[in-house]
């Protein structure tokens, strides 16, 4: 059962999903900024795929598929990748900036006493 502490760590530090994202270091931010932009971009990619595939049946006309890639797959992959870039970038220095004030109010404590 989830206690109301529980959420606001949640809020705090970022959970999408289940999965704690204030608790990624550096190298899984980065992983994880770059898998949620190529899946973007596939499925993307994908969809967009299926719909010259409809309209050229539809229609009867000769398609480029190349501009699924061109035109809809790698603009919106780039976007959502510098999005989650970012995204998972400042949840890192949060995580950084909150530890860095930890230990600095940890040290004042022990030189207090």
């Known amino acids: 059962m989830t206690s ?3 959420v606001e760590r ?3 530090e970022g959970v999408l999903f289940g999965i704690p994202l ?3 270091g550096w190298f899984q931010s980065l992983l994880m900024g770059l898998a949620t932009g190529f899946a973007a971009f596939f499925l993307t ?3 967009a795929i299926m719909g010259l595939l409809f309209y050229s049946q539809a229609t009867h006309h000769a398609v ?3 501009w699924s890639y061109r035109r809809a797959g790698f603009p919106v992959g780039v976007f ?3 999005l989650a870039l970012s995204y998972f ?3 890192w220095v949060r995580r950084m900036r909150r530890r860095a004030h930890q230990r600095s109010d940890r040290a004042e404590h022990q030189t207090a006493h």
Request: aromatic content about 24%; charged content about 25%; proline content about 0%.
């Open 80 to 82: 959502v990748m510098a």
């Open 4 to 6: 109301f502490h529980d």
């Open 89 to 91: 970038g400042f949840q």
């Open 10 to 12: 949640a809020r705090r």
């Open 22 to 24: 204030g608790d990624l």
């Open 45 to 47: 990619t994908f969809f």
């Open 64 to 66: 480029d598929f190349a």
